[in-house]
């Protein structure tokens, strides 16, 4: 009984540790034709807006079946604006995507996350609407506030 126990415990740790070495797909680089090297997603946005216009899509976040587009936007909406004021990175990306998918509507429009504890304090806020479409992110940021009133713990 002894062995039988030990020999489940090393497979199930066997397992457990060649499942964190296989690489996902979520990465938010891409591979440069040309090069063969990795950009950041910011490098690739970039790129990518240089040479289109404020409305082209970037990326889509999705809430079940909705889909919420980030398009390049200007210095006051979109990818420009969200790089410009609040900062690109995986993490920002992560955080809109999660804030969309399983986020509170946070009654500006958008979709907010909060930290699980009382009083409900928000982390993290999406506001979607621009002026190139009602879907659209307009802007994202942490917060540290205070929910609403009325939110019972």
């Not at 891409?30 to 970039?46: M, V, Y």
């Not at 993490?91 to 907010?112: L, V």
Request: proline share 5%; aromatic share 8%; net charge positive.
């Amino acid at each position: 009984m002894l062995l039988t126990t030990s020999v489940k415990v090393g497979l199930s740790t066997a397992v457990v540790a060649s499942a964190l070495l296989i690489p996902t797909g979520a990465s938010a680089s891409a591979a440069s034709p040309a090069s063969g090297k990795t950009l950041s997603a910011a490098t690739s946005f970039d790129a990518k807006c240089r040479s289109h216009s404020r409305t082209y899509i970037l990326k889509r976040y999705y809430r079940g079946p909705r889909a919420f587009t980030l398009r390049c936007g200007t210095r006051t909406w979109g990818w420009k604006h969200i790089k410009a004021r609040h900062g690109w990175n995986n993490t920002m990306d992560r955080k809109i995507g999660t804030a969309i998918w399983s986020g509170d509507p946070n009654g500006r429009g958008g979709y907010s996350t909060y930290a699980n504890q009382c009083p409900r304090r928000e982390k993290f806020r999406t506001i979607i609407g621009t002026p190139a479409g009602s879907n659209d992110l307009l802007t994202a940021y942490p917060v540290n506030a205070l929910a609403a009133a009325g939110a019972a713990c």
